[in-house]
C-alpha cells in the first residue's frame, strides 16, 4: 500500500515592511488554491512568512519589534489561511515570530507549525540555530539580529505522525547542522520541512557570497541523502528591502536528488509526489543505522565542547 502525499513548496517573493499580514495572506491563499487544483495534500511556506525578515534592522525600541510578533495562532490575520486550507482539505506549514507568556515571563521565538487536513496545529518547533549577533553593528550592510529578538527553542528535533508519515519541522540555519537531519531520522523522521530567509550577501565572508545558493542545496541534498529522508526547503526569495535574498525553493528525494525546483524570485509553487516509503530504499541500504552506524565512536557528537583528543 503506497504511502504518497503530494506536497507543495510555495515559495514567497519579497515582502515589504509595510505590507500588511492581511496582503501576505492573500498570497498564501492563492498559493493554495493553486496547490488544491494540482492535488497537492501538504503546502510548505517559509520561514517567517507573515513579514518582512525584521531581523535585518536594528531596533532599539522593544514595542517596534513586537509588531513583527503573533501573540496566538491562528489570528485574526492568519484565520482566512485556516479556513481555506481546511475547506479544501489541505495541511499546511508555515514560520513565524511567536510571543507568549511562559511561568509569568514573556518569551519569544522563531517558531514554524503544522497544520493538519482538519484545520489543527499537529506540531511546532522553535528554531534551535539561532544565527546572527545580539548587538547593533553598523558596519554591516544589513543587521542579523535573530540572537536579539530570539531565545533559542528548548524542544529537540522530533516528527509527528501527520499527513499520512512522519513530518518534522527545522528553520533555515538548522539546514546547516548534520545534525538536524540525523536527529531528525534517529527519531523516526520521514520528511523535514525546512523555511529560509537566506541573504545573498554574507557580511563576515563576503568572498562566500557566489556561494550562498550552492550551499543551500548542498546542505539540503547531503541532509536527505545522509539520512533517507525527503526534504522540503521554502525560501522567502528576492529584493526584500534592498536585501537580495535567494530562492531555489526545492523538493529533495530520500536519494538526495532534487525532484522540483522553483525558477524564479517570486511566488511560486513547485509540487511533487512524494512516497515516504522511499526512505527506506537508503535506510535498509547503505544508511542503515542499527547494521552499520557506530555511535560508540563518536562520543564527542554530542558533547557541548568539541575537544582535539
Ligand atoms: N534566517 C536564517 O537563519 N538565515 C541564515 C543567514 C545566514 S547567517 C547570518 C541562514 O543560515 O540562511
Known amino acids: ?5 503530494v506536497v507543495g513548496a510555495a515559495q514567497l517573493g519579497p515582502i515589504a515592511r509595510a505590507e500588511p499580514r492581511e496582503a501576505v495572506v492573500v498570497r498564501m491563499i492563492a498559493l493554495l488554491d493553486k496547490a488544491a487544483a494540482r492535488g497537492c495534500g501538504l503546502v510548505v511556506f517559509p520561514e517567517l512568512a507573515l513579514t518582512t525578515f525584521f531581523p535585518r534592522w536594528y531596533m532599539p525600541d ?3 519589534v513586537d509588531t513583527f510578533f503573533e501573540t496566538e495562532m491562528p489570528n485574526a490575520a492568519t484565520l482566512p489561511l485556516f479556513e481555506r486550507a481546511r475547506a479544501l482539505g489541505i495541511g499546511f506549514s508555515f514560520g513565524f515570530a511567536e ?6 515571563r514573556i518569551r519569544r521565538f522563531n517558531t514554524a507549525i503544522l497544520v493538519d487536513g482538519e484545520g489543527q496545529i499537529v506540531h511546532r518547533y522553535r528554531k534551535i540555530h539561532l544565527p546572527g549577533h545580539t548587538e547593533n553593528e553598523p558596519w554591516r550592510a544589513f543587521q542579523h539580529l535573530e540572537k536579539r529578538y530570539f531565545e533559542p527553542g528548548e524542544e529537540v528535533f522530533s516528527p509527528v505522525t501527520a499527513l499520512g508519515g512522519e513530518i518534522g519541522l527545522a528553520i533555515c540555519n538548522d539546514r546547516r547542522w548534520p545534525e538536524t537531519y540525523r536527529e531528525h531520522a534517529l527519531r523516526g523522521t520521514e520528511m523535514v520541512l525546512i523555511g529560509y530567509n537566506t ?3 554574507y557580511p563576515l565572508a563576503p568572498e562566500h557570497d557566489h556561494l550562498q545558493c550552492f550551499h543551500n542545496h548542498l546542505s539540503l541534498q547531503a541532509g536527505a541523502y545522509q539520512n533517507g529522508l525527503w526534504v522540503v526547503g521554502v525560501a522567502k526569495a528576492g529584493k526584500e528591502e534592498n536585501c537580495d535574498l535567494i530562492g531555489q525553493s526545492c523538493i529533495v528525494a530520500p536519494t538526495g536528488e532534487i525532484v522540483a525546483q522553483a525558477s524564479t524570485l517570486h511566488d511560486e509553487l513547485v509540487i511533487h509526489d512524494c512516497d515516504f516509503d522511499r526512505c527506506t530504499e537508503i535506510r535498509a541500504n547503505i544508511f542503515d543505522f542499527a547494521k552499520h552506524r557506530r555511535p560508540e565512536m563518536y562520543p564527542l557528537l554530542s558533547a557541548p565542547i568539541a575537544t582535539r583528543r
Open 199 to 201: 541573504p545573498v550577501h
Open 62 to 64: 522593544q514595542a517596534e
Open 1 to 5: 500500500m503506497p504511502r504518497n502525499l
Open 99 to 104: 510571543k507568549l507568556e511562559i511561568g509569568g
